[in-house]
């Protein structure tokens, strides 16, 4: 079993800031990649951005040059950096973890989720 807590979702006007956090605990032998997906109503879940353990990091071009993606492997927990938040961005952001078990059976798990709203 893999658990994901997720903080730093909230309220904050176009132009402002938020910084999400996630972090996985539980019978894991090595995490693979994690990332940040969000939902808005009326749309399907999106990959925002993604990082591997080796650093790797991918990102929706709709948040490029604005979101930075981060891992802290001692911690198992993963960061997004929101800057220059736009209404649009408004959406449940949901972290997601895919690793290894320490009986080396693969894994992915979702959090339950963290609301972020942007104010125009």
């Known amino acids: 079993q893999v658990q994901l807590v997720e903080s730093g979702g909230g309220l904050v006007q176009a132009g402002g800031s938020l910084r999400l956090s996630c972090a996985a605990s539980g019978s894991i032998f090595s995490i693979k990649t994690m990332g940040w997906y969000r939902q808005a109503p009326g749309k399907q879940r999106e990959l925002v951005a993604a990082i591997t353990s080796g650093g790797s990091t991918n990102y929706a071009d709709s948040v490029k040059g604005r979101f930075t993606i981060s891992l802290d492997n001692a911690k198992n927990t993963v960061y997004l950096q929101m800057n220059s938040l736009k209404p649009e961005d408004t959406a449940v952001y949901y972290c997601?973890?895919?690793?290894?078990?320490?009986?080396?059976?693969?894994?992915?798990?979702w959090g339950q989720g963290t609301q972020v709203t942007v104010s125009s």
């Open positions: 997601k973890v895919e690793g290894v078990y320490i009986d080396y059976i693969p894994f992915g798990s």
